[in-house]
């Protein structure tokens, strides 16, 4: 057996880890979802070790995967509100069980007798794993200018799209860029009425919106099974649920249904293959984080950490509020937030969003920028800068009120930088064409993994071109993403 140093190794993954951004404590207000309790945290890592060796793939040889899908799906569709007949499969992430709902809808269309190719219409503000899905199962995606003040769906611009060939409406509970929550009631009924599916992308909003109510205290619209007419929902555990990554939901109302997302064959050699979902061979870790997540904390668990993200959100949405030459994006529902220019006050008077989330990480904040977007309709969502909050923000909102109300004074007035500079040195254009190698190498590289992976991943992107500190972003940020 070779010796190895494991000390050595681990302390080599340790420096890398320190020049990650922090994981933990509410600095980075995206992709990570700190609930801020560390026994859950040790629970999870304990979990995850106990099955380390495990191989999701077979249920019927590794029995504790069955058991511990069947109660967090148990969970979850209790959440939700489904009946008997929903059923679900815990996924790897967000995308899986985008990509499962699209595949399912796009089967069960052809089945219905759906011929050529399938349409998937859904508002512009859908999650980019749509675009995936409909890229990767040949779809038409069939996007809906939303408000381009608010980013609101007009539920009648998108029920006049349905037709013969729409395998799927999407709507979100709510959308990640302006956090609006999709008027899910409105289009299920009209999907209903023409035999279309609905999948309801709660991915971000899924375990939280649950136990979320609006700003005036009163309840929200409905969103989840109990809307007639919607066919799946998606909610992400390694979101507010607070689980490592690689952990879903996808829920299917319908037995039938859900058979449309698996895959079967005994067309080959060797075993049986039946999945439920994309992989094969998977891990069971971040299942069994979610599974131990959700014994401890249960309903009640999740209601506290949700109500202090909402008293959080609300004390940053009366903070945002009020700093001249910033406004919040329509109306958001959940913990999650967008924030543009105020264009009501004077040119002098504005903040740009992402001058003010480059002050901001100045000061130790990680904001995340979203570029904006020319609609179909000839009109523009504004760039924005997106705010994720999760149950650690609200012990530092001072803090952090502090450092948005300074950043914001820095830059009012200063016009915004160059556009490209959102997506640094990444090609434009870049949506939907198929990648040159040149391009994918030259993508590789600005997000830092070409080469032999020696590169920090946070070079710097700026470049001659923008000369004044105020419209230079000291730093790149991944172009996607949450
Ligand atoms: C995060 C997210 C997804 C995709 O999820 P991943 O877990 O990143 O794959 C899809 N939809 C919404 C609304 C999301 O917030």
Known sequence: MVAFDSAAILSRLAALRAGDAPTHGGRVLSYVYDSGLAEVDELAAQAVRLVQPVNGLDPTTFTSVAVMEREVIGFARELLHGADDVVGSVTTGGTESCLLAVKTARDVWRAAGGTGRARLIAPVTVHAAFHKAAHYFDLELDLVPVDPATGALDPDALIARLGPDVALAVVSAPSYPFAGLDPVEVVAAACDDAGVACHVDGCIGGWILPFWRAADGSPLPLWDFRVPGVTSVSADLHKFGYAPKGASVLLQRGRDRQRTQYFATTGWPGYPVVNPTMLGSKSAGALAASWAIVQALGARGFAE??????????????????????????????????????????????????????????????????????????????????????????????????????????????????????????????????????????????????????????????????????????????????
């Open 305 to 482: 950490l949700a109500e202090s993200c909402r008293r959080a959100t609300a004390a940053l949405t009366d903070i945002i509020s009020d700093i001249e030459g910033l406004r919040i994006v329509g109306d958001p529902v959940g913990p999650l937030l967008a924030v543009a220019t105020d264009e009501s006050v004077p040119e002098d008077r504005r903040v740009d969003p992402h001058h003010w989330a480059d002050r901001a990480h100045r000061r130790g904040w990680q904001l995340q920028l979203q570029p904006g977007l020319a609609q179909a309709d000839g009109t523009r969502l504004p760039h924005t800068t997106h705010l994720t909050i999760t149950p650690v923000t609200e012990q530092r909102v001072d803090e952090l009120e502090a450092a948005l109300r300074a950043s914001a004074d820095e830059v009012r007035g200063v016009p915004r930088a160059d556009a490209s500079a959102v997506l640094g040195a990444l090609p434009s254009g870049l949506a939907d064409a198929p990648l040159d190698s040149e391009t994918a190498a030259g993508l590789l590289e600005a997000i830092g993994l070409a080469g032999s992976g020696m590169r920090p991943a946070r070079v710097s992107r700026t470049s001659s071109r923008r000369s004044s500190p105020s419209s230079r972003p000291s730093r790149r940020r991944s172009p996607s993403g949450c």
